[in-house]
């Protein structure tokens, strides 16, 4: 999601997690507030001037700016899951064996689009495919918010007006000039949308018509969608045929204050210190620099990331992000995933578990509504009145693996 880094990061990935995590480390919704429709309106009436510089004439906008605003969206301006749940939560939702299965049958049934993509913007057929599995699914959840509506209201309300003004001019100006042709598309509350989810300007900047129709398309072209992935991670600095990183072994002793994704050093100087890769495989050139990062602390799984990691970074600024790429990425050019084990004693589930775990809460008359996956409200309920019936610490509702096994055995 190359599009308002830090502070609205990836919403699709965190419909896909499953929407709300955990009950004691997410806080509860804020308040929604009301809108001020007079204010409003003297915000939209500014905008429409900045829209008749941009190439936007009155009577276009106005037929492209008939909205109401949703307030709904400001509570969801600090409630990301990139920054609110435990890596290894993240990570097993979007990183698990049927995104894998998914995106391997995209390989195959793409292959020749993306060996021409890779061929044109020297990115790997693998890492766009996981942009897109990560990002939406392969296209199954791109969001259901109109675009016009989030954008309006978050450039005239909350914090970050200046920078939401500008995508909603951007979103106005793709729809007049053509490239969208649905005024009522759809996408994040923060604006991104399309197979990969771009925000407005980036789309602007960065979508190319792959598909040669004669417009660029993100939404219903899987071509241009792909084409315009590999385009911005070329041009975020992508290095063809080279790794993004490893995991490795941090010695004994390792100082983790050295770690850092900006904490650059040569591989020699890495080596020097004892760094080692997990699969005994060989590390690229000693001048080569890198970073090592521990997300986790010393006791979890640590890499060495190249200046391809920086590039999928770029894509969302997040840490956990871009891990879930770069693994994802991993596992369909068919690695076994990660060697070393979260510091938790409570792993979480991929989706898979999620739906075993509901069922059975279902069987023990919770109701919790359908068999999902999206670990809600409801089922949250249900898991700390589980936890407490059997006295499992901490009562949180969180769908972790302890509870899923003293489910299973009866407890």
């Known amino acids: 999601m190359p599009r308002f880094r830090r502070s609205a990061s990836a919403v699709v990935a ?11 480390q997410t806080p509860p919704p804020a308040p929604v ?20 510089k941009a190439g936007i004439p009155p ?23 990139e920054f609110t749940t435990p890596l290894w939560d993240y990570l097993a939702g979007l990183v698990d064996d049927q995104r894998v299965a998914d995106g391997r049958a995209r390989l195959a049934e793409h292959r020749a689009l993306l060996d021409r993509v890779a061929a044109q913007y020297g990115v790997d057929a693998e890492t766009v495919v996981a942009v897109w599995g990560v990002e939406s699914d392969y296209g199954r959840i791109s969001g259901k918010r109109p675009l016009r509506v989030s954008l309006a209201t978050l450039a ?9 003004r500008g995508e909603f001019l951007a979103l ?8 969208l042709q649905n005024r009522d598309t759809t996408g994040s509350w923060a604006g991104a949308f399309g197979h990969t989810q771009f925000m407005p300007s980036t789309y602007a900047r960065i979508a190319v018509d792959f598909d040669g129709d004669g417009r660029r398309d993100l939404v219903d072209s899987i071509p241009d969608a792909l084409a315009s992935t590999a385009n911005y991670l070329k041009r975020s600095g992508w290095q063809t045929g080279r790794p993004w990183g490893f995991e490795v072994k941090l010695p004994a002793g390792f100082n983790i204050a050295e770690a850092g994704r900006t904490s650059r050093k040569t591989v020699a100087d890495w080596t020097a210190r004892g760094i080692t890769r997990v699969d005994g495989g060989a590390l690229p050139s000693g001048d080569t620099r890198a970073a090592v990062i521990a997300p986790t602390g ?16 770029s894509y969302n600024a997040a840490e956990s992000y871009a891990l879930a790429i770069a693994t994802l990425a991993d596992r369909l050019r068919g690695g076994s995933g990660l060697a070393t084990p979260w510091p938790t004693d409570d ?17 023990r008359g919770h109701a919790i509504g359908e068999v999902d996956g999206m670990i809600g409200t409801a089922t949250r309920r249900a898991i700390q009145s589980e936890q407490q019936r059997i006295g499992l610490t901490p009562g949180d509702g969180r769908a972790g693996m302890r509870i899923l096994q003293a489910l299973k055995a009866g407890r």
Request: proline fraction near 7%.
């Open 298 to 313: 010393a006791r979890g799984p640590a890499f060495i990331v190249f200046r391809n990691y920086d590039a999928i970074y």
């Open 33 to 52: 507030p009301a809108a001020d429709m007079n204010a409003f309106a003297r915000c939209m009436a500014g905008i429409r001037g900045d829209a008749a």
């Open 156 to 164: 005239c309300n909350g914090r970050r007006q200046p920078f939401f």
């Open 59 to 81: 009577a276009a906008f106005d037929a492209l700016a008939d909205v109401t605003p949703d307030m709904s969206v400001l509570p969801l301006l600090d409630s990301q899951p």
């Open 172 to 179: 106005l100006k793709l729809m007049h000039d053509g490239d």
């Open 14 to 24: 965190g419909l896909l997690l499953c929407a709300g995590h955990v009950a004691a």
């Open 347 to 363: 792993p979480g589930l991929s989706r898979a578990q999620r739906r075993e775990l509901q069922t059975l809460l279902l069987a």
